[in-house]
């Protein structure tokens, strides 16, 4: 059992939130694909899937390149698929049996896959490899994350339990680490499939983690599994940790076995405007507007859209894609989402149930007040930077105070790092 | 990663759900609350109590209007806050009070109390019992209770009235306060619905238990204590006004300070000041440490690790 962390809250827990449905699976005719740079592609150009367009980017499909075009920081290359699925002929799966692979070679090989943080953390997880080296004493694969309608990590880890182990074994190899724990809500049907498959195993176990949000985040889950709360703007690594997405380890998984780089993920599309949760596997690239088409029939007039969970999401439009770090599309009715801009004036009447469940021990009220009157030294020093952003103060406030905004701005002002939340 | 990614993730991330409770729905379910009380006050003290309460709330809501009104701000009646308060205010007098008591007192705690400090969530004092303590200094015989048990028992003797007579309200006192198994059992609904913390009643109540059973005045210990107990306006106050989010601390141990200090004030003033209950004087002191207990019981502690970046 892991250590139960302070704070946070429970949120609805019942059969359509649990990530336990169908995976889908959707290819669209057409996607978009963003590169930085040195395009190894032309327009009309065969790509396979597999095949390299630029630097790190990869063909998810097999068709034509219809179009390239200059967007802002970098080149949009659309690509119509054929849908016969071809792989790139050049994918080089790893020969070696995993106890004879070097460190090196293991790096290498997540390198050129392309392979990113999958939780949201963005970082190239091959850098990341080699910074911790020697550090960790355990790795974590994290599935613990228990934002609202956010089930894609769930579904990926019941369709495909033993590619999370096996990736886990290369990160441990990789790493030389000894300890690989795989993080997942407590009373979940993952924890208990996965404590059955990993119970011969010296290696790997489960941690099953509290249910209540924000389990997956990074300070969380240290704490979960140390009982020991990470230092402000520390490394998880400080604690001996060292965290990546069950997502991240079937990709590092799918890289070692077959060579096929990162080209697709799973993504939740959900929210109130839903009946079920759909999670679906769909190539990299694929438009948001194709992807809920996919979903299916709504039940109810969508008001606001997001790209993430509710209490951590951007909003974005229609016209966007798939990226490697995309965990879900919200759509979100005007009953979930109007709450956030009633004509309610917002207030605080200090009923304290943001400092109950903030999971930083801060007193957002206190924070809020500070704010507000212009006193930011004060704010600060009564821990404003160190918020994780877990919303949480916002979400639960009934007079509606935007606590969570106003302390955002300030944190944005005072250039504070951001805390990466691997739900 | 893109540029396009890199912006996604430097985007300041806010929540866009919010919780279903509101201001207006945790006070509709403070009335929830009292309405068992209600109903035996009706019962006991018949249409009088009614008028008492009615020109309470009137009295509130009115006042609230004006204000919001000639001060050219948001009408915030909306809320229920002023209903609660006048209602609140109406349980502590008793049946025989006039009817302008209940009028000035409401009128004196939403507009000096609350609205003159600036609204809900901006005053200082719990406006209820400031308005009570504003007519009992100004009229102090007439919203005084006679025979209230309290009032014998500080001559040294105990009341008539018995244990379980205290317990159902069947004894004198303020419309509201005086039936306590109807106002525990409205406690245990707000606890249950998460709008007040167990914390402070529970503080308060057994920290008047514990030394009233350790110093019974000479009469016998467990008859002293449950009538400490169960007459006067103690858990009218403990559940509902001590435990106004407004005026009481955040934190859990700041609540259980909170409730232990209001205890101890009521008992001082019953042991030893001029009024026989004392439970308002007690909160309304309490509620002047707020401040200072939110600040001492602070869960966040910068340590020395925050300089490090």
């Known amino acids: 059992m892991a250590y139960v962390f302070r704070g946070g809250i429970m949120f609805r827990d019942d059969k359509t939130s649990r990530g336990e449905g169908d995976l889908h699976r959707f290819e669209p005719k057409k996607l978009v694909l963003y590169a930085g740079g040195d395009l190894q592609v032309d327009v009309g150009a065969r790509v396979l899937r597999g ?341 949480i103060c916002s979400y639960i406030c009934p007079g509606k105070a935007p606590v969570t905004e106003l302390i955002a701005g300030l944190k944005a002002k005072n250039n504070s790092p951001e805390v990466t939340d691997h739900d | 990663m893109t540029d396009r990614e890199a912006m996604a993730s430097s985007a300041v991330h806010t929540p866009y759900v919010r919780h279903a409770d509101t201001v207006r729905s945790m006070m509709f379910d403070v009335l929830i609350a009292l309405i068992p009380a209600l109903i035996w006050a009706v019962h006991s003290f018949g249409a009088r109590a009614v008028s008492i309460m009615a020109v309470s709330v009137v009295s509130a809501v009115l006042s609230e209007t004006a204000f919001n009104f000639f001060t050219k701000r948001r009408v915030t009646v909306d809320d229920l806050s002023a209903v609660v308060t006048g209602l609140l205010f109406s349980f502590l007098l008793p049946v025989t009070s006039p009817l302008y008591t209940a009028l000035l007192g409401p009128a004196f705690a939403i507009l000096i109390v609350k609205c003159a400090f600036g609204g809900i969530g901006s005053n200082i004092l719990n406006p209820a019992l400031t308005g009570f303590v504003f007519v009992k200094l100004c009229f102090p015989s007439a919203v005084t209770a006679a025979g209230d048990p309290l009032a014998v028992l500080k001559t040294g003797e105990l009341p008539d009235a018995s244990l379980f007579d205290m317990l159902v309200g069947n004894i004198p006192g303020g419309i509201g306060e005086v039936s306590t198994l109807l106002l525990f059992a409205g406690g245990a609904y707000l606890v249950v619905r998460g709008v007040i913390d167990w914390r402070i009643p529970t503080a308060f109540i057994g920290t008047v238990a514990v030394v009233t059973l350790l110093f019974p005045n000479n009469i016998n210990g467990l008859s002293f204590m449950g009538c400490e107990l169960l007459s006067g306006s103690l858990f009218l106050t403990a559940i509902f006004m001590a435990t106004d989010p407004v005026t009481s601390p955040v934190t859990g141990i700041g609540r259980l300070i909170f409730g232990a200090v209001c205890g101890l004030l009521t008992l001082l003033i019953r042991y030893f000041g001029f009024d026989a209950d004392g439970t308002a004087y007690a909160i309304l002191t309490a509620n002047l440490l707020t401040g200072l207990l939110d600040r001492v019981t602070a869960p966040f502690v910068a340590t020395a690790n925050d300089d490090a970046r």
């Open chain 1, 51 to 391: 095949q390299p367009i630029a630097k790190g980017v990869f063909s998810p499909v097999s068709g034509t390149v219809a179009d390239i075009a200059d967007v802002p920081g970098g080149t949009s290359v659309t690509v119509e698929s054929d849908g016969e699925g071809a792989l790139f002929p050049g994918l080089v799966k790893m020969h070696k049996k995993l106890a004879e692979c070097s460190t090196e070679e293991i790096i290498g090989k997540i390198r050129d896959a392309g392979i990113v943080g999958m939780g949201g953390e963005t970082g190239s997880v091959a850098d990341r490899i080699a910074d911790v080296i020697g550090k960790a004493d355990v790795c974590i694969a994290d599935c613990a994350g228990r934002e609202p309608y956010v089930t894609c990590d769930m579904a990926a880890l019941l369709e495909r339990p033993a590619a999370v182990i096996n990736g886990l074994k290369i990160f441990l190899r990789a790493l030389g680490v000894r300890r690989g724990v795989i993080a997942v809500p407590e009373g979940s049907a993952a924890a208990k499939k996965l404590t059955e498959m990993t119970k011969n195993s010296g290696m790997i176990s489960v941690l099953a983690t509290s249910r209540k949000y924000p389990a997956g985040d990074e300070r969380r889950l240290v704490y979960s599994y140390t009982g020991r709360e990470l230092a402000h703007g520390a490394d998880t690594v400080s604690l001996g940790c060292v965290i990546f997405n069950i997502q991240t380890c079937i990709a590092v998984y799918d890289a070692f076995v077959s060579g096929l780089p990162c080209v697709s993920r799973v993504v939740t599309v959900g929210g109130d405007c839903f009946t079920g949760e759909y999670n679906v596997d769909v190539p990299i690239g694929t438009s948001f507007g194709d992807l809920i088409d996919a979903a299916g029939e709504m039940c109810a007039e969508p008001v606001l859209m997001l790209n993430g969970g509710p209490l951590r999401g951007i909003p974005c439009g229609a016209d966007g894609t798939v990226g490697k770090t995309t965990r879900a599309i919200l759509l979100l009715s005007e009953k979930t989402a109007g709450g956030s801009d009633t004509d309610i004036s917002p207030v605080c009447i200090r009923c304290g149930r943001c400092v109950t469940h903030c999971p930083e021990r801060l007193m957002p009220n206190r924070i809020y007040d500070l704010i507000r009157d212009g006193k930011t030294e004060e704010a600060v020093a009564a821990g404003a930077l160190h918020c994780v952003g877990c919303g």
